[in-house]
């Protein structure tokens, strides 16, 4: 087991959902120097996020956290991060976690854009250890909706220690979903989105 510090925080997933907020989008072209970005997207900007996507998606944002989709939500990209008191070990922090992303799959906005109505894992990763008091945990999951659309996702999740003394960790973590037909590119798209943000105004 990885070691953290002290104490097992329980901390409501309703924490890790931004407040929703309308996405300013110029229709800028990527910069020539933005390799890897397709030519395709354009630069969207919130209060304290930049990122690139196709001109119409949209997002929601806070402070720690943004979620971005495809217009009518089908395409899914949550990232954000927030302060947490430590867990015993970064295994029970990862454990805890995902378990209550895939509890409140049905209400919608975690795992996917939309409520599923069952989600399971499909493969749950080992902790690597990143870096001193740094870990990560990859997972993939499944669900389905309740027309019966079957959607895929990732989740990565990431803890560390910010004082071992008074037993403050952070996270990150980044969640992204898309029906289970035509998976592997639109997944693609998704890590692409995500390869592209940055955060500004902090």
């Not at 931004?18 to 800028?28: E, K, V």
């Not at 944002?61 to 008191?85: E, M, R």
């Not at 990862?94 to 599923?116: H, I, V």
Request: proline share 5%; with cysteine.
């Amino acid at each position: 087991m990885r070691r953290l510090v002290i104490t097992l925080a329980l901390v409501s997933i309703a924490a890790f959902v931004p407040a929703a907020s309308p996405t300013a989008s110029p229709a800028r072209r990527p910069p020539a120097a933005a390799r890897g970005i397709p030519s395709d997207f354009r630069r969207h900007q919130e209060t304290y996020w930049v990122w690139y996507a196709p001109r119409i998606w949209i997002a929601a944002s806070g402070k720690n956290d943004l979620q971005i989709s495809s217009p009518t939500g089908t395409l899914w990209n949550t990232y954000g991060a927030s302060g947490v008191v430590c867990a015993n070990t970064a295994d029970a922090w990862f454990k805890y976690l995902r378990e209550n992303y895939r509890d409140t799959a049905k209400f919608g906005r975690g795992l996917y854009s939309k409520p599923l109505k069952a989600a399971h894992f499909t493969k749950i990763g080992g902790t690597k250890h990143l870096d001193t008091y740094y870990w990560r945990q990859t997972v993939n999951w499944a669900g389905k909706r309740k027309g019966g659309q079957k959607i895929k996702g990732e989740m990565v999740m990431d803890v560390f220690v910010v004082d071992a003394f008074s037993g403050v960790c952070g996270q990150r973590f980044q969640v992204r979903g898309a029906p289970a037909r035509g998976f592997s590119r639109s997944i693609q798209t998704l890590h692409t989105v995500q390869s592209t943000i940055t955060q500004r105004n902090l």
